[in-house]
């Protein structure tokens, strides 16, 4: 999709949202253990996870797309921004972020949600996985490419404060 992204953050649980990709943290065997992964996969069956793994193993800094199951979101996108010895790897991380997004055109997304990758086993703190995340987006949205919106969810509010203020600063760098 070409033009600029709308990128906004709410806090609450990023599966409830009515979008058309949830992007979520996975590992390089693609479980959906915990974090934001643990709730999509709550709330959207089973059958998401058995999607997922029968892709798996993956590599970090990859992403994979899976059916949304029960979700209203047609599509999950699992992305792996740590591997398995959850050494912080802030291009590996940005790796899995644009892996991510390149998902986008294929499958025709116009609306994301995305939660902060890399922190669901305190390998990066959300400030740094904000940092990496906003920037991926801000340099997608300057080469026109992913979707129209993307929706930042976060669970708690530091969270919340980290993803506005990565916003805020990248932002204030454009303007």
Do not use: C
């Amino acid at each position: 999709m070409a033009g600029s992204i709308e990128i906004d953050v709410w806090q609450g649980d990023i599966a409830e949202l009515e979008v058309d990709a949830i992007v979520v943290a996975a590992n390089e065997s693609l479980f959906m253990t915990s974090g934001p992964a643990a709730s999509v996969k709550r709330r959207g069956g089973d059958a998401i996870e058995r999607a997922a793994v029968e892709q798996g193993p993956v590599g970090p800094g990859t992403a994979v797309a899976t059916h949304g199951g029960g979700l209203a979101a047609t599509y999950v996108i699992h992305a792996v921004g740590v591997g398995h010895e959850r050494i912080p790897n802030r291009d590996q991380l940005a790796a899995a972020i644009r892996s991510a997004l390149d998902l986008v055109a294929p499958l025709q997304l116009r609306h994301v949600a995305t939660s902060l990758i890399g922190i669901e086993h305190g390998t990066f703190d959300p400030i740094d996985a904000a940092d990496v995340l906003v920037g991926e987006l801000m340099r997608a949205s300057a080469e026109g490419n992913g979707p129209e919106t993307i929706v930042i969810v976060t669970v708690g509010s530091v969270e919340t404060a980290a993803a506005n203020d990565a916003l805020a600063r990248r932002r204030a760098r454009v303007a």
